[in-house]
């Protein structure tokens, strides 16, 4: 395309066209993803969801997304008209960076870089201030004091997933994430590091469950609680972009679960069995990946319909108490692995 | 004892994931058992409510068309929202004894509560519950029932 006219637009019709991908990408994921918390969680219920709309209910998302593009954008009298309008923004761009990184097949990822984990940990950051600036700017009570505890939950939680992820980087020497999935070639990193992998992959879910306000760390968002939070004050498309950017995240703490613990888009080798693994190796990468991540939203899903909510001091308590101390025993424990030469 | 387990670090934490455990096998059980829910419309061939079920209220007949109500206005006196309208007659019998027995027993569905508190007034279990519960219709005058039907008598009871 460079000969027929000059680079920097070659480029930029790269870049509009992959932008245009990932919107599509992610528009669709979260229409996935609703259907099946829908489902999930009535099925947790022992009722049967959604299944009047369209044959099992499929098209009933489609209805909630028609609806929520037509409701009207309510204007605020006493907010602070830059920074409300700002919010949401800001928090689907945190959602689009962290997005872009994660490797969907071989070779199909949009961000690739040496230091990948590190990008996608201070992307994700993007999100808290997103948050705060809803809560702030919405000229509300409830709103702030969603948005206070959110960002102090959010702040808190970082940390767990840092160290959390850093055990794993002990374990690939590497950051990136192509790097990652390509090593996991003979066997997941679930499997290869044993002991302080598994400890690592629980407290990483516990803590991304956390980092989304989902599960039972929904309180800056409790519906019952401060009537929906940070998010009081938005109507129509603005608070249809913070849903979206919930599910999303969602989906994407359980796509980084499934490239750094479960192997990415790599087949399930079990090492020395030929046969099983070219009949394993015949189903195409994406599915492995997408296969993987949803069996990790389904965990989260499960956690977050079995346990009741907890309050703001229990939260911070799980995390700096808890959480934090195992991690960091956990690290020690990883490092002294990897020295000796413990692992698979 | 127990207690102060549960209280130190270590002891509290383990705790904690068994009973979290517990929790999660309790929802996935849940999960993949056969769900409740009756999908209505679709079902009605096969509907079948509990037996205490109060879905309109009937006298029934025999087949001889006899009931066993003897007009005592009991029901009409517990019903709390005046729904039951009892018409009776005074006849001779043939031993010349004066009786009332009942002419029209005149029941209003739509101001119905189903209480039962009429059920459980009558003395004799004339008229009682049935399973039946789409009674919607398009006009209010649809809905006062007569409930003895015509030419119908007192069951004699054999001594």
Redesign the interface.
């Known amino acids: 395309m460079t000969s027929l006219m000059p680079e920097g637009l070659a480029i930029f019709i790269e870049c509009l066209v992959i932008g245009v991908c990932i919107i599509l990408m992610y528009a669709l994921l979260a229409i996935i993803l609703i259907y099946m918390e829908r489902k999930i969680c009535a099925f947790f219920q022992c009722r049967l969801g959604p299944n009047r709309v369209g044959k099992w209910g499929i098209l009933q998302v489609i209805g909630d997304v028609l609806k929520m593009l037509t409701k009207e954008i309510i204007e605020m009298k006493n907010v602070d008209r830059f920074l409300y309008n700002l919010a949401p923004f800001m928090v689907l761009i945190a959602s689009f960076l962290t997005f872009a990184c994660l490797p969907v097949n071989k070779g199909m990822e949009i961000l690739n870089f040496n230091v990948g984990v590190f990008f996608m940990l201070a992307a994700s950051s993007i999100g808290v201030v997103g948050i705060l600036l809803a809560g702030w700017s919405s000229n509300n009570k409830f709103s702030l004091i969603g948005a206070m505890r959110s960002g102090a939950q959010i702040i808190s939680y970082e940390l767990s997933i840092g160290l959390s992820i850093l055990t794993m980087i002990v374990l690939t020497g590497t950051m990136q994430f192509s790097e990652i999935v390509e090593q996991q070639a003979d066997g997941w990193f679930i499997f290869k590091g044993h002991i302080p992998a598994i400890i690592a992959f629980i407290v990483y879910l516990i803590a991304g469950n956390a980092e989304t306000n989902r599960g039972p760390f929904d309180l800056p968002e409790a519906e019952s609680e401060l009537t929906a939070g940070y998010h009081t004050e938005y109507s129509g498309m603005h608070f249809g972009f913070f849903y979206l950017a919930e599910y999303l995240n969602m989906f994407i703490v359980a796509g980084i679960a499934a490239t750094i613990f479960l192997g990415g888009w790599m087949p399930f080798h079990i090492v020395g069995l030929d046969g099983f693994n070219a009949i394993m190796d015949y189903i195409p990468g994406f599915i492995w990946f997408f296969g993987k991540a949803f069996f990790v939203v389904f965990l989260l899903m499960w956690i977050k319909w079995t346990f009741p909510r907890l309050r703001i001091d229990q939260i911070l308590s799980l995390e700096w108490k808890y959480l934090v101390p195992i991690s960091m025993i956990n690290l020690i424990l990883m490092v002294l692995i990897v020295a000796f030469k413990l692992h698979f | 004892m127990d207690q102060n387990k549960k209280d130190s670090y270590l002891g509290g934490?383990l705790n904690g994931i068994k009973t979290?455990l517990i929790?999660?096998k309790?929802?996935?059980t849940?999960?993949f058992?056969k769900?409740?829910?009756e999908?209505y419309p679709e079902n009605r061939a096969t509907l079948k409510m509990f037996d205490r079920f109060r879905g309109d209220l009937i006298m029934p007949h025999n087949e001889h068309n006899e009931h066993k109500c003897v007009a005592c206005g009991l029901c009409q006196m517990a019903c709390p929202n005046d729904t039951i309208h009892i018409t009776t007659e005074t006849i001779e019998t043939e031993d010349g004894k004066k009786k009332k027995i009942l002419s029209k027993y005149e029941y209003n569905l739509g101001s119905c509560i189903f209480c039962q508190l009429c059920v459980n007034a009558c003395p004799h279990d004339a008229i009682t519950f049935d399973q039946e519960f789409e009674h919607a219709v398009f006009d209010r005058s649809k809905l006062i029932l007569t409930l003895n039907h015509p030419g119908s008598k007192l069951m004699v009871k054999e001594k």
Do not use: E, H, P
């Open positions: 934490l979290l929790g999660m309790t929802t996935i849940v999960f058992r769900k409740v829910t999908q």
